[in-house]
């Protein structure tokens, strides 16, 4: 009878342990959370491999592990490559909804990690945050790695030679160079399929600043049909002004403020310097005698007579024929302070 029981007490247990578990949905969790709460599955989001200038679109879920509803306030994005949008605002206790994020994936070589972050209702955790990671390889790469023009002139092109090579042992034709309107032309062999493209652009800048222009390169290549290349370069001013805002402080009406200028041009002297007032006051530039190179000059500001109380302020536009059609503008400002009532002493008549 002893062995019997043992024999039954065995069978029991197998039959017990043979029993299948209830299935699980979503993250582990043992009791609901107190008030809504936010959970990520996965935990982050890991694109893996992916090369420069594609795009790929991942998927998360956002679980409420709480006891109230869990409502989504907005979606931040770390960066422009990581847009994200979710497909419902409100989240039931035990509920998910669905988050998707796309991906441009960024033109830097290496280990990248991105963010998304979720702002909700959750009293623990006002703004959750999700991981984004991916390693970014590279199709094609240019050389050199940075494309910059050096001594650019407004309104005078430059050339900038640069080589297209694969990376991945692909050969590959190009298809198309594309730019801003400052891109003026470009060169390169549309019919050649090979590992190594020698190309080259002209840039005409159009403005006076430092210029940082993209270049979109399109490919037959397999993993990396487009490259974006960014060209960089500063631009040299053909006229420049010290100072650039002259401040004439406090004056009275028909008085006149002189100040210095100095005005340099990278095309020679300047012989003659024009001036356009936008304002209620009246400019006259008078060269320094004494200066051969002919960057010093006095700027004589003559206050109306009948110019009231009160700030004034106004631009000067200064212009030469060696600026090629590119004025510099100076900026003014002051104060009128009217003379003074007289008073008299009046005597007391009785």
């Not at 397999?222 to 053909?238: E, F, H, M, S, T």
């Not at 190179?293 to 106004?314: H, M, N, S, Y």
Request: charged residues 25%; contains cysteine.
């Amino acid at each position: 009878m002893v062995a019997l029981q043992g024999v039954l007490y065995i069978t029991c247990a197998c039959l017990i342990s043979q029993q299948p578990r209830p299935a699980t949905t979503g993250p582990a969790t043992t009791k609901p959370a107190a008030g809504p709460r936010i959970v990520f599955e996965p935990e982050s989001i890991d694109f893996g491999e992916v090369y420069t200038g594609s795009a790929a679109t991942k998927s998360a879920k956002i679980w409420n592990r709480g006891t109230e509803p869990l409502q989504i306030k907005s979606i931040k994005k770390g960066c422009a490559c990581t847009p994200a949008t979710i497909d419902r605002k409100l989240i039931q206790p035990g509920e998910f909804a669905n988050l998707t994020v796309k991906l441009t994936v960024p033109h830097r070589k290496g280990k990248s990690r991105k963010v998304v972050k979720i702002e909700s209702n959750d009293p623990t955790k006002k703004i959750a945050v999700l991981p984004v990671k991916m390693e970014v390889l590279v199709g094609v790469r240019t050389d050199p790695t940075t494309l910059r023009a050096t001594g650019l002139t407004v309104g005078e092109p430059a050339t900038i030679e640069f080589k297209l090579i694969s990376e991945t042992g692909h050969p590959f034709r190009i298809l198309a160079i594309e730019g801003t309107s400052e891109i003026t032309e470009v060169a390169y062999d549309p019919d050649l399929e090979a590992l190594s493209h020698s190309a080259q652009l002209v840039i005409t800048p159009g403005q006076t600043r430092y210029s940082r222009k993209n270049v979109r390169i399109r490919t037959t290549h397999p993993k990396q049909p487009v490259l974006d290349v960014y060209v960089w370069g500063a631009i040299a001013r053909p006229m420049t002004v010290i100072p650039t805002f002259v401040r004439l402080g406090t004056v009275r009406p028909g008085e006149e403020v002189r100040r210095p200028l100095t005005v340099r041009s990278q095309r020679g002297r300047i012989g003659q310097l024009s001036a356009q007032v936008e304002g209620e006051l009246d400019l006259e530039l008078r060269p320094d005698p004494g200066d051969a190179t002919g960057a010093r000059w006095e700027a004589v500001f003559k206050i109306p007579t009948d110019l009231p109380a009160g700030g004034f302020r106004g631009t000067v536009t200064l212009s030469a024929d060696l600026a090629k059609g590119q004025p510099l503008t100076l900026g003014y400002e002051g104060q009128v302070e009217l003379d003074p009532m007289p008073v008299f002493d009046i005597p007391n008549i009785r």
